[in-house]
């Protein structure tokens, strides 16, 4: 049997509902054993009939077992109602916890996992685990406990007519946990399915304008009909296993009936049993039918239950490779920036065991004064963008330190760190939210919004939108250029009024004349700030303080611009390739261009 320890990591969640657990669980035995005693109480009524008791007694027996199956369809409500109850609020528990671990897990983790499997997992491995935190729990005991009772009274009866009628009576758990796992692998291949299915439609709807504008519309309606006679045959197989559970249970049911006639009645006419107790252990037998097809099914809800928790599991026990300090130190207060300092730093991605480690960046060593701003170029995949993580911790390097005011950010509480800072990522992520809330995103300071969308030359574009501020960005509202996400990605930043503030690229989609505008605005909200500008074009950071040239993860030039000119090296030769392909882009020569990559 596979393994259910997994499941042993859900017992903290059961804590805050324990009394409930406890309350339904003993619910789940009264509710059993009350029903198992109508069929004595039947069995006393028949025999009472053939010896001619008065009339009253049957009446009361009568009156008996009403009131036992109405105590015992009380209690099996309130078992339900608890049981049910409690496994919810720990799915929603758990749940959260889910959400609380993934907002902390590394940014690598992402990288290795799919949207969709993450989505996976939190929605049909919770409702796995949420089954056999509750209902399997509930079932289980309910079959031991009717089991039990029915068996007791069964071997009361007859010990010999039992063991005859187990015979084929046993085998239903087996065809029970055979079904259901057949039942099992044929639904999770029509959940799969099911995934590729939405995928398409949503790939579809999505892309909707390059489906029509490539022409592909027939195309794409039959790989969609194709996917979905797909999964209509799946559910077909699924609903052909359902077909065959029901009559194959009531077979072997049936055989241990047949045999209960047979050898029962045999006892009844030798006069071993009564009437009333013949009838009665037929009760039984059937009242036991149903609690050993679910001992199989119950067994499978557990073996799912486990197999989505350990899922789950690799979710929750992922742990942020960063740390944060025992004793975090503060920052003193700074009014004209901060400065940077990298020393000997090199980082390299997490690698697979085996594989030798690529460097991305090797012997950094650069320092940046407060308030001056370095400028950090380079050809694409020279680590530009890796350098910039590092400063907010998104990743830690391997080899050498980081320094701010001369305290190793390794030392600072991460969120003391990151409140300093405001990050242009080259990849601008806006919400599916008002370019308002976007904009104040973290801060929540209106006024400080508008003003850096001031500063990011936003504010024009923005007063156009028919809501202003509160108009609506993403899938229901609009969608922005990607020089108009930058800039919003900038501004951004900037509302929260950071000491250091980080453009990673940021404005690489907008125009080299826009790009000029916005920099010149930026000097004077960069004054009193550090500032790391990274880009690959060198008109973006020709006034910077300081600049490094970053070739293949090493610096390979450094200094201002002028000597970096003077010198002829490999700045100079960016600068020269970037003027001599903007001029003829000017020179409205774009195709030569474009056939000289
Ligand atoms: N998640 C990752 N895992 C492994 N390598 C990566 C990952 N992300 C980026 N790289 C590699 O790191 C190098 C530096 O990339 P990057 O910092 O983005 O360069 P730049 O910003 O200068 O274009 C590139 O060779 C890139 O392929
Ligand atoms: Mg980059």
């Given amino acids: 049997m596979p393994t259910l320890r997994s499941l042993r990591r859900l017992l903290p969640y059961y804590r805050p509902y324990r009394r409930s657990v406890a309350f339904g669980l003993v619910l789940v035995i009264f509710a059993a054993a009350f029903s198992s005693v109508v069929p004595w109480l039947l069995q006393r009524a028949l025999d009472g009939i053939r010896a001619g008791a008065p009339l009253r007694s049957i009446w009361l027996l009568g009156g008996a077992m009403i009131g ?166 799946k559910n077909m197989r699924l609903a052909h296993m359902y077909g065959i559970m029901q009559p194959g249970f009531s077979i072997f049911a049936g ?102 480690t690529r460097w991305v960046l090797r012997d950094i060593s650069f320092s940046a004064p407060a308030g001056a701003t ?13 350098l910039m993580d590092l400063v ?50 973290g801060t929540e300071d209106e006024p400080a919004g508008r003003w850096a969308a001031g500063v990011a030359q936003l504010d024009e574009t923005i007063d156009a939108f028919p809501g202003g501020y509160e108009t609506l960005l993403g899938e229901r509202g609009i969608n922005l250029s990607g020089g108009q996400k930058q800039r919003a990605a900038l501004a951004r930043a900037l509302a929260r009024k950071p000491s250091i503030v980080l453009l990673d690229d940021a404005l690489s989609a907008v125009d080299t004349h826009t790009e000029a505008e916005i920099l010149r605005s930026l000097r004077e909200t960069l004054a009193g700030r550090t500032a790391l500008i990274a880009s690959h074009r060198v008109s973006a950071i020709r006034d910077a303080t300081w600049i490094i040239v970053l070739d293949e993860g090493r610096i390979v030039e450094q200094g201002r611009h002028g000597e970096l000119l003077a010198a002829g090296g490999r700045y100079w030769s960016l600068l020269n390739r970037q003027q001599l392909e903007e001029s003829i882009e000017s020179d409205g020569a774009g195709e030569l261009a474009a056939a000289s990559d």
Avoid: C
């Fill in 68 to 233: 036992v199956t109405l105590v015992g369809g009380v209690g099996r409500f309130l078992m339900r109602q608890l049981l049910n109850s409690v496994s919810r609020w720990m799915e929603y528990d758990l749940r959260n916890d889910l959400f609380a671990h993934l907002e902390k897990v590394d940014p690598i983790y992402y990288a290795r996992m799919r949207t969709g499997d993450l989505m996976a997992r939190l929605t049909n491995d919770l409702s796995a685990v949420r089954m056999a935190a509750g209902p399997a729990i509930m079932y289980l005991t309910n079959t031991i406990a009717g089991g039990a009772f029915a068996l007791g009274f069964m071997l009361h009866i007859s010990a010999r007519l039992t063991l005859i009628a187990a015979v084929p009576m046993a085998i239903l758990p087996m065809i029970g946990l055979m079904l259901g796992r057949h039942i099992h692998a044929r639904f999770e291949a029509v959940q799969a399915h099911f995934s590729d299915l939405t995928t398409l439609a949503q790939e579809n709807l999505a892309g909707v304008r390059i489906v029509r504008a490539f022409r592909q519309e027939h195309a794409e309606m039959e790989r969609f009909a194709a996917l979905n006679e797909g999964y209509l045959v």
């Fill in 255 to 356: 055989l241990g009936m047949v045999a209960v006639v047979g050898f029962g009645g045999i006892l009844v006419l030798n006069g071993t049993i009564s009437i009333g107790a013949f009838v009665a252990f037929g009760m039984y037998l059937a009242m036991l039918t149903w609690p050993l097809i679910a001992l199989g099914w119950v067994i499978n809800l557990f073996q799912r239950g486990a197999a989505s928790m350990t899922r789950l599991l690799d979710i929750l026990d992922a742990k942020p490779a960063l740390s944060e300090p025992a004793a975090p130190r503060t920052l003193p207060a700074a009014a004209t920036g901060r400065s940077i300092e990298f020393r000997n730093v090199g980082f390299h991605y997490p690698t697979e065991q085996g594989q030798p």
């Fill in 374 to 386: 370095i400028g950090v170029v380079g050809a694409t995949g020279s680590g530009k963008s890796a």
């Fill in 392 to 441: 907010p911790r998104l990743f830690d390097p391997q080899e050498g330190k980081i320094l701010i005011d001369g305290i190793d950010i390794r030392e600072l509480s991460i969120g003391d760190l990151r409140r300093q800072i405001g990050y242009v990522p080259q990849e601008s992520f806006l919400f599916s939210d008002t370019i308002g809330s976007n904009l104040t995103y």
